[in-house]
């Protein structure tokens, strides 16, 4: 399903903006850029760039005391995704009951030659790249269109990163791969360097965002993309609650292993020392909140060490730990919401069963 929506037309312009006077501006718009080594057969090897390097134990301790400190208990969604929660959530997007990321591949396959004839020549930037398995499909199609694609990938871990910059070298010869270690709140600085610009925050990653983290996403979203620049989002709609919550709780106990594994991580790397037999994985779906809810449920009382701080904290039997939320969306809802922040819908796509959906957004012009 295919709606299109009126949005501000694109205006030639270069890529090289800010202010006259600011000698840091001057010098990057004149200096060159480097030249890349290229491959047999044309290929481009990959680059690599650093925002910022993986979170230090004692940052990994503060984080964790301020969440298990709190009412109701909380752990940061990012620290679920150590390398082998990275492996967990890709075997988690292949699971039967596990719908978005097949849904959102489909839709991208059917639309990837639509949108590069919407956006034309632009650099594409993912935010939260992971393995890149969906990109194929944008890839393929702005290759072909413009013979030349330049993709800048951004990811908090370095291997999925080179795993998936070998794999599209590979496939794509005429793709330009950079590759960015960072968070993707680190990377809005990347915008103006790369405009005119096609920002991808697929997988439905605004939903883990909860409303006050979402305004100030959007916020520098539209602070850092230039007029004209394009964001393609891809949201998990609102549907059967069913549905959604065997998406969360798999048949394999994929989900729940996910789960555990950040107190895994937290044994490892904090000698917390918890029983993670009697730590479960919980699903649900508020509907008020529109949003799946996954908690880690203590089924015994546990003292919970965390040694770089030399504290320990008690979590009683039957208590609660929220690890990740993921917020479903409804589309008119979210165009009119996008709005405020200066995007205007350029087309939706969704599946037939309108469960996914991918938004082409725009920074509009400035008045």
């Known amino acids: 399903m295919v709606w299109h929506y009126d949005g501000p037309s694109r205006r030639g312009r270069s890529s090289c903006r800010g202010r006259p006077s600011n000698p840091r501006w001057l010098a990057r718009c004149l200096i060159p850029r480097t030249l890349v080594p290229s491959r047999p057969g044309g290929a481009t090897a990959p680059q690599i760039e650093r925002l910022s390097s993986a979170p230090s134990r004692l940052e990994f301790a503060r984080d964790v005391a301020a969440g298990l400190s709190d009412v109701p208990r ?6 679920l995704y150590d390398a082998r929660g990275s ?10 009951e596990y719908y978005p990321t097949r849904t959102e591949s489909a839709i991208l396959a059917a639309h990837a030659e639509a949108l590069a004839e919407i956006t034309g020549p632009v650099t594409l930037v993912e935010l939260g790249s992971g393995s890149a398995v969906k ?22 871990s370095e291997a999925a990163l080179a795993d998936a910059a070998e794999r599209i070298v590979t496939q794509h010869p005429a793709v330009r791969v950079t590759s960015v270690v960072g968070r993707y709140e680190e990377a809005f600085q990347l915008f103006g360097r790369y405009s005119p610009c096609l920002v991808l ?17 959007w916020d520098r979203v539209a602070e850092h993309l230039a007029p004209g620049d394009f964001f393609l989002l891809g949201v998990d709609l609102v549907k059967d609650p069913q549905v959604l919550e065997r998406a969360y709780n798999d048949a394999a106990g994929v989900s729940a292993e996910f789960t555990r594994n950040v107190f895994r991580r937290m044994n490892r790397e ?3 020392g918890l029983d993670l037999d009697a730590i479960e994985h919980v699903a649900r779906y ?13 089924r015994n009382g546990q003292a919970v060490r965390i040694a770089p701080l030399e504290t320990t904290i008690d979590i009683g039997a039957g208590e609660m730990v929220m690890t990740e939320i993921s917020r479903k969306f409804e589309v008119r809802r979210l165009v009119n919401y996008v709005a405020c922040f200066g995007l205007a819908a350029r087309a939706i796509y969704t599946d037939p069963r309108r469960w996914f959906g991918v938004l082409l957004l725009q920074r509009k012009e400035e008045s």
Not at 74 to 79: N, Y
Not at 90 to 96: A, F, G, K, Q, S
């Open 201 to 217: 925050f697929l997988g439905s990653t605004i939903g883990n965002l909860n409303h006050a983290e979402s305004m100030v996403f």
């Open 74 to 79: 909380w752990l940061p969604s990012r620290f």
């Open 270 to 272: 904090l000698d917390a």
């Open 286 to 298: 508020n509907a008020a909140w529109q949003r799946i809810e996954i908690s880690a449920r203590f």
């Open 135 to 156: 990109t194929h499909h944008l890839l393929r199609a702005y290759g072909a269109a413009l013979h030349r694609v330049h993709y800048v990938s951004i990811d908090v």
């Open 87 to 96: 492996a967990l959530f890709e075997e988690i997007c292949r699971l039967p």
